[in-house]
């Protein structure tokens, strides 16, 4: 079953659908993320950095879109993006049994990503709404998941906040 296949017949609104590869990437690895037609839009390149991991969200012409660096030093590990005008961190928030994370958005609404992360099984919230979800149920090819985003929002930013989640919930 291709992301094609997993079309939507109800009156949910508009989706842009990506595919990914589990595991990412290593540091120094680049891995594309193909859209619902299986054309490479996005790369993830994975750079050596001394202290932090960082990851460049490229377009399929090599452009940056965003960047991805992770924050050590911290008193809680968390992952900040660049994403053009755009800047979010992206952290675990420890409640209870469960793992979330929280995406603080600025100069805009904040996201929470809750539901198993480690399975690749989890939506993105904003405002109580459901803007992206990630899932695995949708391919048979072997460490493969996608990503369903709701059109209108800001893909780049949300394909990096699952780069981050992949990362965090992977270490």
Known sequence: MNL???????DSPPMHRYQMREKLLSIGDDSWIEDEAGDKVFKVNGKVARIRQTFILEDSNGKEVAKIQ?????????????????SATVHKALLGIRDRYNIDVDGGPDLKARGNFVDHEYEI???????????????????????????????????????????????
Do not use: P
Not at 4 to 10: A, E, P
Not at 70 to 86: A, F, H, P
């Open 125 to 171: 919230e904003q405002d109580g709404d459901t803007i992206a979800t990630i899932s695995k149920k949708w391919f048979r090819v072997r460490d493969t998941y996608g990503i369903e985003i709701v059109a209108g929002h800001n893909d780049a930013l949300l394909i990096s906040v699952t780069v981050c989640v992949d990362e965090m919930s992977h270490d």
């Open 4 to 10: 094609r296949d997993h079309l939507r017949h109800d």
């Open 70 to 86: 992770e924050r050590k030093l911290s008193v809680r590990d968390k992952m900040v993006i660049e994403c053009g005008d755009t």
